[in-house]
């Protein structure tokens, strides 16, 4: 049997690893990709190919013949996806006439899963409920503050999960790893269930609600008289709630407590807890995987984007980092002190402005150059920060996957070497990334030398520019 704590503190390494496999596997076949623009693919509509959706509210009505990557506030799948589905947004659902051919991997505030699973499930969210007609043909790892089953739906496989309340009403075909406070199981489980669990009454969160979850559940464990165990339950809780078990297990139950280490803090008098011990960790490991999938939906977007729209350009810059990489660095460094100096002072500037202007009694010709200051100022910044804190590093990946690719694949046709050198850069990135202090170290790296290459880009850019236009002056005189 496994425990749920050594998939836990394995999931630094499991994440992208798995990130890795799944996605390299679909793009091994791919010709190219698309990028539509409109974010919604109609019913009628079959693409033979990868698909990258970025918008406001995504729907997949139609046939994606390839993987699916989406960004979005809202993501609705009802139609096909004959690869991987990778996602991150505020609400995801996968209705009950969604085909996924391959895994899921998402983050999202709130995720709602029906619909059929060739593969498996890999998600982070606040609250999430594999609902009516849902059936995961293999695996479901999950991290969260709620994971609900509803009575009916399938995983054919094993579950892993990490939560404040699991309630578990449909059927798993193998054995459950559960570490919650709260923990409901009222379907059915094949193989053995392993389950950490809080005491009953003892460690109730006293949050807000997070969005999506409708009941909250007190700690402890509670096997109803519904519930069909066909092996051995093991359970670890700082107290014996045998009689919360009402259906017992074909192998038996197995009763264990929490190493000293393990057992919750206590406040002064010794009766109540400090804190809430079984919401922070569990948060923290929604917010890590949040993060990492954040990171690598955004550089795949942005490097698809240049990819279509300027493919020589960011080659160009890649390149640059290639020739110059002293330089790059010595640029990035000044570019990035000065332009938040820079960006400082401007403002300053602009406030300045507004408010002599009003001294000298000019009415509201002062607000009117502060907004409109203000405004420009704001549009400029914002263009700088998305190049400082992504495309650098959209650049710094594309240099390392491309690297990779030749290496590896060099006979493969430019377009293909393109996507997968952005595939391959961008999860060696996050990996990296994840690091403790080393992923510090790599995003700045990232982001000094990208930066500068990209400025030394622009510079070659703005001089012939400025070369082209004093000849065609000299031509006109």
Do not use: C
Request: aromatic letters at 10%; proline letters at 5%; zero cysteines.
């Amino acid at each position: 049997m496994k425990s749920y704590r050594m998939v836990l503190n394995k999931g630094r390494l499991i994440l992208p690893i798995i990130l890795l496999l799944a996605v390299l596997l679909p793009v091994a076949t791919v010709q190219a990709a698309e990028f539509p623009e409109n974010p919604v693919i109609a019913k009628d509509v079959v693409i033979d190919d990868d698909v990258f959706l970025s918008g406001e509210n995504i729907v997949v009505d139609g046939t994606v013949r390839g993987s699916l990557f989406a960004s979005g506030a809202t993501i609705t799948i009802n139609g096909t996806v004959e690869g991987d589905v990778l996602m991150g947004g505020n609400t995801i659902r996968i209705t009950d006439q969604a085909k996924i051919g391959g895994n899921i991997f998402f983050g999202a505030s709130t995720a709602n899963l029906s619909g059929k699973v060739d593969g498996s499930v890999f998600g982070g969210a606040g609250s999430t409920t594999l609902a009516s007609g849902g059936n995961i043909a293999r695996n479901l790892f999950y991290g969260g503050f709620s994971l609900e089953t509803y009575p009916g739906t399938v995983i054919n496989k094993d579950l892993f999960a990490g939560a404040y309340q699991v309630l578990l009403s449909g059927d798993v075909g193998r054995d459950i790893n559960v570490s919650a406070a709260a923990v409901e199981i009222n379907g059915s489980v094949g193989g053995d269930a392993n389950v950490d669990v809080a005491e009953p009454g003892g460690e109730t969160y006293y949050g807000p609600l997070p969005p999506g979850v409708s009941q909250m559940v007190s700690p402890g464990l509670r096997i109803s008289d519904q519930a069909q165990i066909g092996g051995e339950l093991v359970y670890t809780s700082p107290v014996n709630q045998a009689e919360a078990i009402q259906a017992p297990p074909s192998g038996g139950v197995v009763y264990q407590t929490p190493v000293p280490q393990e057992i919750r803090e206590k406040s002064a008098d010794g009766t109540r807890p400090s804190r809430t011990p079984w919401v922070a960790p569990f948060l923290a490991v929604l917010k890590w995987i949040t993060d990492r999938i954040s990171q690598f939906v955004i550089l795949i977007i942005l490097g698809g984007l240049a990819l279509w729209k300027t493919p020589a350009l960011l080659h160009k810059t890649v390149q640059t980092v290639k020739d110059k990489p002293l330089p790059s660095a010595g640029y990035g460094f000044l570019v990035v002190m000065l332009g938040f100096i820079g960006a400082f002072l401007l403002g300053l500037a602009i406030l300045l402005a507004g408010l002599f202007i009003n001294l000298i009694t000019l009415g509201g010709l002062g607000k009117l150059v502060m907004s409109l200051g203000f405004s420009s100022l704001s549009l400029l910044f914002s263009t700088f920060l998305l190049f400082v804190f992504h495309v650098s590093k959209v650049v710094i990946a594309m240099l390392v996957g491309l690297w990779i690719v030749k290496w590896l694949a060099a006979n493969m046709t430019p377009v293909r070497q393109n996507i997968l050198a952005l595939v391959i850069g961008s999860i060696l990135y996050v990996f990296f990334r994840a690091i403790p202090l080393l992923g510090w170290f790599v995003a700045l790296a990232a982001i000094i030398i990208g930066t500068g290459a990209i400025w030394l880009v622009f510079q070659e850019w703005w001089k012939s520019r400025r070369q082209g236009a004093a000849l065609q002056q000299e031509a006109g005189g």
